[in-house]
């Protein structure tokens, strides 16, 4: 027993710092920008998604580059990043980096400078593993153009024996790249073989997708029907489209509550349904049209349905059931001519004009 338990715990310790993190500090890294400050903060170079405002602002004045005067482009890369949130005691696995692996910056130079500037263009060097096109980046265009999903919105966590390999510059034709399962969503796999041949490398992708989905905002009830105010929209990661819920708050409000919804739990056709304009056992309005007369009658409904569904309803007085379509609240159009029929009715004695809507009190029924 202890054996097994030191085995698990060796094997905690080395996938823990594989997996991704899941908290709510984000970082997505935009593929170039323009700045017009040489010290470069990482609120310039990506967008920020933090706990707390304060947070987020501490994280966007983070300086990740200083560039000497008169440096025209550089760059920043995931390492830079990670080495800038080490640096202020925040531990990179808790933050959760995404989108370029690299961002080329072009600094902004005034008119009045470049006149006279005299000195020649610097270019800053890149350092070990600091391309501006790498062998991650290629994995993650193939499995992007597959899964018809732009890079923007991917997120992948690469796994290989070889850390150094996926920081290697990517030239056209240089890799041998062979595909070992679907590229989509998921898990992914490929064979890698460096320039000059040599013994290929398995690569390991965890793919996913950054999306926008519905979730409750407050406590939600059976049977009531979505306000505005009780769901939102939260950025979410999924390894799965079928995970995705609804993107539009639109589709959910007004529609009715199937069963009981914890604050942000994702809205899925599970949890909701149309809203129910029509209850079993309750009195409805039910409405025949015959050319230019409309004649209502109240029955009871014997099921729920929504706008659209077809119901039975049973007139209390003969106890005749009839069926017929949820037109609004409380209300059902009978269009069957068969239908129609069972509501038998005489008009008045003397109709001057159409009449265009007859209640039922001025009904005489046949016996």
Not at 49 to 55: H, K, L, P
Not at 172 to 191: H, N, Q, Y
Not at 322 to 344: D, L, M
Request: charged share 25%.
């Amino acid at each position: 027993m202890i054996k097994k338990l030191n085995i698990l715990i060796l094997l905690a310790a080395v996938l823990l710092p594989m997996s991704r993190a899941g908290g709510a500090t984000a970082i997505r890294v935009l593929p170039s920008v323009e700045v017009d400050d040489v010290e470069v903060r990482l609120g310039d170079i990506a967008q920020v998604r933090a706990d707390s405002s304060e947070q987020q602002r501490r994280l966007e004045e983070l300086v990740v580059l200083s560039a000497p005067n008169g440096s025209v482009v550089g760059k920043v890369d995931v390492f830079a990043i990670n080495r800038a949130l080490s640096s202020v005691n925040i531990a990179p696995a808790s933050v959760d980096v995404y989108g370029s692996s690299m961002c080329e910056i072009s600094f902004a130079v005034e008119a009045e400078e470049e006149a006279e500037a005299a000195e020649p263009m610097v270019v800053l060097p890149a350092g070990p593993g600091e391309f501006s096109y790498t062998l991650a980046d290629e994995l993650g265009r193939l499995v992007s153009n597959s899964a018809a999903i732009g890079e923007a919105y991917l997120a992948v966590d690469w796994i290989c024996n070889d850390s150094n390999l996926l920081c290697k510059e990517f030239v056209d034709g240089a890799f041998e790249i062979v595909p070992r399962s679907p590229l989509t969503l998921g898990r992914v796999v490929f064979d890698v073989t460096e320039p000059g041949g040599g013994r290929s490398q398995r690569v390991y992708g965890d793919v996913q997708y950054q999306c926008q989905s519905v979730v409750a905002a407050v406590p939600l009830r059976a049977g009531q029907v979505i306000g505005l105010g009780d769901v939102k929209l939260v950025s979410r990661r999924i390894s799965s489209l079928s995970d995705i819920g609804y993107t539009d708050v639109e589709l959910v409000v007004g529609q009715e509550v199937a069963r009981p919804i914890r604050p942000n739990d994702l809205i899925t056709d599970r949890l909701i349904k149309l809203l129910q304009m029509v209850k079993a056992k309750e009195i409805v309005d039910v409405v025949a049209q015959t050319g230019p007369v409309q004649i209502t009658l109240r029955g009871r409904a014997l099921s729920n349905g929504a706008m659209g569904d077809m119901v039975s309803v049973r007139d209390e007085r003969n106890q005749k059931v009839i069926q017929g379509v949820v037109s609004g609240a409380g209300e059902v159009t009978v269009t069957s001519p068969a239908h129609q029929k069972e509501i038998e009715y005489k008009q008045p004695a003397k109709v001057s004009k159409p009449v265009e809507r007859v209640e039922e009190s001025d009904i005489r029924w046949e016996s």
